[in-house]
């Protein structure tokens, strides 16, 4: 199944207050008035919205792997009459999570064997991941992290917050710390500003970075003040993650533009997702409205083998297909580079069309969006290439972790 292009999906649109219509504006744009009311149980679903037999058997079993829950701003995304709805697909559990495949894995990323101090992780030479919370405003059914995050998982994350501290002071190659979790923009405006403090006392720690879907799954979430706390802390970058065009609503549009005009520079994380995002007109759309939302797509991820994702993961060739779509076709800031995180720890491992057809010491041919063919040649004095005779090479890669 690929998911198609709604014309209707360009434009952004506010789909308050939906199910919702008895709430006053004051309740509905309170963050935690938002978390409190979060779909979480089969009957708040089933009074809402008509399940499939697999959905509902889904929720059954989601109880002890990863919890369902969907704020209301997000769940008023979801179409009530399309079964395929791209929006339902990402939250609503469905009983394919019960299939598990031998090459599926609890920690696809390898995270845990890299972690010298509970809660962060250590994977790369210079940065490291905090992981601060185990709990997302809802819960993405391809969570990479499904094995601790929402807390019913087969793990538990006990997070040692002075022993990270202590760790990082004591690393002085650690020059980026990447916030995540979970969500860490769940965490109270006070807690999260104690640790980018903390962090911030840190002279060797230059760049800080947040991973969030709070933007998106809890815009209410991002308020001027918290902006404010958030701007002291500069460099200070926030990675989102937005999947398909609708999520990008007329709420989430002013939280990105609140957290730019603060200045923070934002990326966008997507995951690719059969009938989801799985085709080049849906990615088209998307990235385009997160340029217009002030956002640079960054990465598109081949999915992780996470336990029970199958019927969500797209194929690799899907992945170059997109690319391929894009490059050349469309403006060039809003390209992601797609990358499959190498199952086990292997890290970011970009892959692009093939652009390379040839390339030896004295040239290499290229072809470009329009299957042109065309000859660069290398200097004469050039260092010898790595491979020692001609070839051909599948694939220019270049990208970084
Ligand atoms: S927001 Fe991120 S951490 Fe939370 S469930 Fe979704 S993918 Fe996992």
Avoid at 40 to 64: C, D, F, K, Q, Y
Avoid at 134 to 163: I, K, M, N, P
Avoid at 234 to 239: E, I, N, R
Wanted: net charge negative; aromatic share 8%.
């Amino acid at each position: 199944m690929n998911a198609s292009a709604d014309p209707g999906e360009k434009a952004f649109r506010s789909h308050a207050p939906g199910h919702w219509p008895e709430v006053p504006p004051e309740q509905w744009n309170d963050w935690k008035w938002q978390l409190r009311n979060r779909v979480t149980t089969l009957e708040g679903l089933e009074s809402r919205i008509r399940l499939s037999r697999e959905e509902r058997a889904g929720v059954i079993l989601s109880g002890n792997k990863l919890a369902f829950a969907v704020t209301p701003h997000f769940f008023n995304l979801i179409d009530p009459n399309d079964p395929d709805c791209p929006i339902r697909r990402q939250v609503i559990p469905r009983m394919e999570e019960a299939s598990v495949a031998p090459w599926e894995m609890a920690d696809p990323c390898g995270e845990d064997s890299h972690m010298p101090v509970p809660g962060l992780v250590h994977r790369y030479p210079d940065r490291v991941l905090f992981l601060v919370t185990d709990r997302c405003a809802s819960y993405c059914r391809y969570c990479t992290r499904a094995r601790v995050v929402s807390g019913v998982g087969e793990q538990e994350l006990h997070t040692d917050f002075e022993e990270a501290f202590r760790y990082l002071e004591s690393h002085t190659e650690v020059r980026d710390v990447l916030l995540s979790g979970g969500d860490a923009l769940l965490l109270s405006d006070g807690k999260l500003e104690q640790i980018l403090r903390r962090l911030r006392s840190i002279p060797h720690i230059e760049f800080l970075r947040i991973g969030s879907r709070v933007p998106i799954f809890l815009p209410q979430r991002i308020t001027p003040e918290f902006c404010r706390m958030l701007q002291q802390f500069h460099p200070l970058w926030m990675s989102v993650h937005v999947n398909h065009p609708r999520e990008l609503t007329t709420e989430v549009k002013e939280a990105l533009w609140r957290l730019a005009d603060h200045g923070i520079p934002l990326g966008n994380q997507s995951v690719l997702l059969a009938g989801v995002n799985d085709s080049v007109d849906t990615m088209k759309t998307l990235v385009h409205k997160l340029l217009m939302s002030r956002v640079r797509p960054y990465y598109l991820y081949q999915c992780d083998l996470i336990r029970g994702s199958a019927h969500l993961r797209a194929s690799v060739a899907k992945g170059i297909e997109i690319i391929e779509g894009l490059r050349g076709h469309t403006t060039g800031y809003s390209i992601p580079q797609f990358v499959i995180d190498a199952p086990g720890g292997g890290g970011k491992v970009p892959l692009n069309p093939g652009y390379v057809l040839y390339h030896d010491q004295e040239k290499v041919v290229i072809r470009n969006y329009e299957g042109k063919i065309f000859e660069y040649p290398e200097p004469p004095a050039a260092a010898p290439i790595a491979a020692p005779a001609p070839r051909l090479c599948p694939e220019a890669a270049s990208g970084e972790a």
